[in-house]
Nanobody, 123 residues
Framework: QVQLVESGGGLVQAGGSLRLSCAASGRTFSNYAMGWFRQPPGKEREFVAAISWSGVRLYYADSVKGRFTVSRDNAKNTVYLQLNSLKPEDTAVYYC????????????????WGQGTQVTVSS
């Protein structure tokens, strides 16, 4: 079992930045690929970004490519999502997820989820 706790969400103006963190506990963090998903109001949850266990493989949704950056620190059991040039359409609950397939980035199928953190971008 892996427990995931997100933090760093909040209210920001369009064009601003936020940094989300996800702290993992319970199992060896480096055994998992990690990802970020989001659920906009009234919509289904969608993939945002993923990173392999080593941090070498990265994958992004087209809608965030060039604006968001995913990274991880295996020594701190933490994965990050840097959100830059935020737009109102980035407003969503952001979820951290873990996949037992350590190199799964483009086809991530999470086994564990965090509880989510709200990001609201005002225009």
């Amino acid at each position: 079992q892996v427990q995931l706790v997100e933090s760093g969400g909040g209210l920001v103006q369009a064009g601003g930045s936020l940094r989300l963190s996800c702290a993992a506990s319970g199992r060896t963090f480096s055994n998992y690929a990690m990802g970020w998903f989001r659920q906009p109001p009234g919509k289904e949850r969608e993939f945002v970004a993923a990173i392999s266990w080593s941090g070498v493989r990265l994958y992004y949704a087209d809608s965030v490519k060039g604006r968001f950056t995913v990274s991880r620190d295996n020594a701190k059991n933490t994965v990050y999502l840097q959100l830059n040039s935020l737009k109102p359409e980035d407003t969503a609950v952001y979820y951290c997820a873990a996949d037992r397939n350590r190199n799964s980035v483009a086809t991530m199928d999470p086994n564990f989820w965090g509880q989510g953190t709200q990001v609201t971008v005002s225009s």
